[in-house]
């Protein structure tokens, strides 16, 4: 079994999760791409090895052009390679191949970022994928079921305005330093030394 976390938000849930399924664990670096003027909200997602899915319902909608995409997609294809480089290192990827796969975040509003982690996830053979975050839309839950083997979470909003941090004592995002730490404390601690 192998947990990946979709960082930043998503560490600290996986990290736990794999500590107590005493399973292997990594990142799947993801990214939403922001719409313009709006960059909270996102038409879509990026993940490290490429794979990038677009909510085409939303681009149709906002009336964005190929151009328009490519742009925005080319920052935060920039900002990923730059995430990985910084959390990986020249570390290969953990194999998945003909295993269960948790993906995790800390939450799923739209769901749109965990399904480029997916896609991209199921390029790699693994044998399920589960989606697992500690809140989620009732949206994105019924659009991951569509891709996911399983959905887990912990609670499913059913409000207009879904957001991930109204589910949260205390809420913030992880800076990369902290993400990096973190990386490192699994590492010291479960592989093998040489």
């Known amino acids: 079994m192998v947990v990946l976390a979709i960082p930043n938000g998503g560490v600290l849930v996986a990290l736990e999760a794999a500590k107590a ?10 990214r939403k791409i922001p719409i313009p003027l ?8 990026i993940a490290d090895d490429g794979t990038i899915f677009l909510n085409e319902e939303l681009v149709k909608r906002i009336g964005l ?17 730059k995430r990985s480089l910084l959390y990986r290192g020249d570390r290969p990827l953990v194999s998945i191949s003909g295993k269960t796969v948790i993906v995790i975040d800390d939450g799923l509003a ?10 991209s996830v199921r390029h790699r053979h693994p044998k399920e994928i589960v989606v697992a975050a500690p809140c989620a839309s009732a949206v994105a839950v019924k659009q991951l079921e569509k891709v996911a083997d399983r959905v887990v979470t912990g609670t499913t909003g059913f409000m207009p305005a879904f957001a991930v941090a109204d589910f949260y004592r205390q809420w913030y995002d992880l800076s990369d330093d902290e ?7 699994w590492r010291t601690r479960h592989l093998p030394q040489k």
């Open 38 to 45: 709006s960059p909270e909200a996102g038409f879509g997602a």
């Open 21 to 30: 399924l005493k399973a292997n664990f990594d990142l799947v670096v993801c």
């Open 65 to 81: 052009s190929r151009q328009q995409i490519d742009y925005e997609a080319g920052k935060v294809r920039t900002e990923i390679k």
């Open 179 to 185: 993400v990096v730490k973190y990386l490192n404390q």
């Open 110 to 119: 739209s769901g749109v970022t965990m399904m480029a982690a997916v896609e």
